[in-house]
T-cell receptor, first 114, second 114 residues
């Protein structure tokens, strides 16, 4: 079974530029999560999708971050414009009902904002 | 609100030493507890989990017991290997209330010396 795929693996941009990250969850997983992991901290949930609907985006900085999962499969997370404090690893995870809370994570995208 | 507190790292041990990484939690309901591991350059992987009090999760020689009376879920391994060097995250999910979001601790970096 293929795991969660993410791209790109690394991205370096200047502040005020835009960036987008892509995630392809495990086939059949209805729930998809985006996390932000700042160096030295645990992952923090940004947004949770159930199929193509948003379940929780309470911690997403909506003035600059947006995310979509139009067909209920792949998802894109965008930052526009980026700030220095957005430098972090962005993790995508997926799960489906009956997994007992277990989430499956992709390798992450490491973002550096200069 | 729910939270997880784990011992700060880095933890440095010699190969074959005994490992304990402490984790305590605060939860309003009846959480499931997890240990995730993040190897260098990789995404998070579920190491083990326990879904109710007194359950013991185990995998790859690691163990953790869900202790409701002390609200703890300490990770232990009898004899660590160099390949165990990674960052370990304690986490909880309060599935009892239908909330499948995972709350992570800050992570503990483990270095094993040959």
């Amino acid at each position: 079974e293929a795991g969660v795929a993410q791209s790109p693996r690394y991205k370096i941009i200047e502040k005020r530029q835009s960036v987008a990250f892509w995630c392809n969850p495990i086939s059949g997983h209805a729930t998809l999560y985006w996390y932000q992991q700042i160096l030295g901290q645990g992952p923090k949930l940004l947004i949770q999708f159930q199929n193509n609907g948003v379940v929780d985006d309470s911690q997403l900085p909506k003035d600059r971050f947006s995310a979509e999962r139009l067909k209920g499969v792949d998802s894109t997370l965008k930052i526009q414009p980026a700030k220095l404090e957005d430098s972090a690893v962005y993790l995508c995870a997926s799960t489906h009902e009956g997994q007992g809370g277990t989430q499956y994570f992709g390798p992450g995208t490491r973002l550096l904002v200069l | 609100g729910n939270s997880v507190t784990q011992m700060e790292g880095p933890v440095t041990l010699s190969e074959e030493a005994f490992l304990t990484i402490n984790c305590t939690y605060t939860a309003t309901g009846y959480p499931s507890l997890f240990w995730y591991v993040q190897y260098p350059g990789e995404g998070l992987q579920l190491l083990l989990k326990a879904t109710k009090a007194d359950d013991k999760g185990s995998n790859k020689g690691f163990e953790a017991t869900y202790r409701k009376e002390t609200t703890s879920f300490h990770l232990e391994k009898g004899s660590v290997q160099v390949s165990d060097s990674a960052v370990y995250f304690c986490a909880l999910s309060d599935l009892f209330w239908g909330d499948d979001k995972i709350i992570f601790g800050k992570g503990t970096r483990l270095h094993i010396l040959p």
